[in-house]
């Protein structure tokens, strides 16, 4: 039996290696994203940086037997903590406090994300680069701006994860409908802070929800990151949940890289659905292959209502958009 394990987990990580590196490795999200993705069989490198306690998470999750080895970095190691990554996760930064908007995590975060997007552009430039650290409307322009700056932009490799947003759909949804979450698939689009987050409930299973219950649903998933940040009060906003939509994320990533067919995740990358609106980033389903972002989905049919809330969500992203644009013109 345990010969028969064995054998299989070595056949599966043999097929696709990769290289996953975690920036912020040490923090409430990074820690259990580490194990997660220790767990993850086409992952066999996994390096894990932050500008404390990586070496410890290093350490310990390094004893679970799975066929990858794991490397903590502390600060001057980044550049061989990149080195060879197929994919950066970061998660480096300051999370909310209860009164908070993600927005107000700017002045801290959009320089720890541009300089750990100097890093990458300097030292794993073909890497795919997935932006957790909020707010995520606004890194994920920063760090395209710093990749273009460095000559190293490739759209298809930049995403903004949206997995949580996802994830809260099908849980919210279920208890609603009284039905099981894991059956319970909503497309969420336009981008990761309260009203740029816009699940498309008349595509899901249940598109006859009456209008109170339906805009009670809505709000509850444009606001579920507010549960979490006032119940912890004060000690931060979700790490656990978002560790598992991370893992599931970059999971989607890797077998896109590895060349499995059909894997379509939402995610807010550099798109070409609203660019003649000025909107240069937005999250819709996208297809994952080899090279990173394969098909940008258009949004399909959307009743009358959720185009009211795309158009909305467009308004704010522009800004949004320009804010991330904007720091990296004038803090290069
Ligand atoms: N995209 C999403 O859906 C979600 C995003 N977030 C965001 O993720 C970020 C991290 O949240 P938590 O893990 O809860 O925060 P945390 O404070 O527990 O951990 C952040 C980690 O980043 C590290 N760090 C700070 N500057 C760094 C740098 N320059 N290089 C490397 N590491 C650095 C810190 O040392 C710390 O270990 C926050 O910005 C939060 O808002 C949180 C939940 C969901
Ligand atoms: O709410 C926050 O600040 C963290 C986050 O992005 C989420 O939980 O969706």
Redesign the pocket.
């Known amino acids: 039996m345990i010969s028969k394990i064995a054998t299989r987990t070595f056949a599966s990580s043999a097929a696709s290696a990769y290289k996953v590196s975690v ?2 490795a ?5 820690q259990p994203l580490s194990l997660l993705l220790k767990l993850n069989h086409k992952v066999t490198d996994l390096s894990l ?5 990586a070496p410890g998470v290093a350490a310990d999750v390094s004893h679970i037997p799975t066929n990858s080895t794991v490397k903590g970095y502390e600060p001057e190691g980044l550049p061989e903590a990149l080195k060879g990554s197929d994919v950066v996760v970061i ?6 406090k209860p009164g908070m908007t ?1 927005d107000d ?1 700017f002045n801290t ?1 959009a320089s ?1 994300v541009r ?2 997007a100097k890093a990458i552009a300097d030292h794993s430039p073909k890497a795919a680069i997935l932006v ?3 707010p ?1 409307n606004s890194t994920v322009p920063i760090v395209a701006e710093v990749l273009k700056s460095k000559g190293v932009y490739d759209p298809a490799k930049l995403f903004g ?2 997995t ?1 947003d996802v994830l809260r759909a099908s849980r919210f949804i279920s208890e609603v409908a009284g039905t099981n979450p894991v059956n319970e698939k909503v497309t969420v689009v336009g981008g ?1 802070s309260g009203v740029t987050i816009v699940p498309l409930l008349s595509q899901s299973n249940h598109k006859d929800l009456d209008t109170e219950t339906r805009d009670a649903l809505i709000h509850r998933i444009q606001f579920g ?1 507010d549960e979490v940040v006032k119940a912890k009060n004060g000690a ?4 656990l949940s ?1 560790a598992q ?1 991370g893992a599931r994320f970059a999971g989607s990533v890797l077998d896109g890289l590895a060349g499995e067919t059909d894997v379509v995740e939402p995610s807010f990358v550099d798109s070409p659905l609203f660019k003649d609106e000025g909107v240069d980033f937005f999250s819709s389903k996208v297809t994952l292959g080899p090279s990173g972002v394969k098909t940008v989905h258009p949004l399909g049919n959307l009743s009358g209502h959720e185009e009211e809330l795309v158009k909305t969500a467009k308004d704010t992203l522009i800004k949004n958009i320009q804010k991330g644009v904007d720091f990296v013109k004038q803090n290069p």
């Open positions: 920036l912020g040490g923090g409430g999200i990074g940086y932050d500008l404390k306690g998660p480096a930064g300051v999370p909310r993600r995590l975060n720890i300089d750990l957790i650290s909020n995520v994860v949206t949580l990761h990151g931060g906003s979700a790490t978002m939509a």
